[in-house]
């Protein structure tokens, strides 16, 4: 499926890029503000802004590394050396690493937390999106790791506040083969009261 725009293109073509399959360079300092930029213009409503990012630099990989070694053996106590070492080499996999924490407002009277985790979801799809943009691949990661108190601590989470997971962004050295998309008609249906 396209159009004869450039922007619908681009959202119908996009696709998540492993870490694995992400190279130098990464996206300089200006294009991450602009990246940021981006997600500040998802949906949001009451401008709640439940979302907060990191950047991760070059210099506190090592740090996130071990970080994700003790998430993991939260997570399972007897992983095996092979898997501990597979959770420290995540933190070098890819040139940039974007941080995304949720900050839900439970007490607000109009905006149900629901809503408030959507917005965040689509911030990270406008950042994935622009990243696309400007030339780069990404993917957001999570798993069960974020839910641990290892990396609690380590992104300094307050109370309430959520890892939702990291987005891995450089550019693309081994692209993903062709992605089969759903049918439109699987996903659309008429409403009839």
């Known amino acids: 499926m396209s159009s004869d725009n450039a922007l619908i293109d681009l959202i119908l073509s996009r696709s998540s ?13 200006a294009q991450i503000d602009t990246l940021i930029a981006c997600a500040l213009t998802a949906p949001d409503h009451g401008a709640i802004r439940p979302w907060r990012f990191l950047r ?9 590394a071990e970080a994700f070694v003790a998430a993991k053996l939260e997570v399972e106590p007897d992983a095996s050396d092979v898997a501990v070492e597979r959770a420290r080499k995540k933190a070098h996999k ?3 690493t974007i941080v995304v ?16 985790a959507m917005s965040v979801g ?8 622009a990243a696309e943009a400007m030339g780069f ?9 974020v839910t641990t108190q ?4 380590t992104f300094h989470l307050e109370e309430g506040e959520e890892l939702v997971g990291f987005i891995g962004i450089g550019t693309v050295v081994n692209p993903p083969g062709p992605k089969d998309r759903p049918a439109v008609a699987g996903h659309l249906a008429t409403w009839t009261p």
């Open 150 to 153: 290892a990396l609690r601590r």
């Open 94 to 96: 890819e040139p940039e």
């Open 137 to 145: 691949g990404g993917m957001l990661l999570s798993g069960a790791e």
């Open 17 to 29: 890029v492993a870490p694995r399959r992400l190279g130098a360079p990464g996206p300089s300092a």
């Open 101 to 116: 924490i949720f900050r839900p407002d439970p007490a607000h009277p109009v905006v149900p937390v629901q809503e408030q």
């Open 56 to 64: 991760v630099p070059a210099e506190h990989r090592d740090v996130l």
């Open 122 to 129: 689509a911030a990270c799809e406008n950042i994935l999106l």
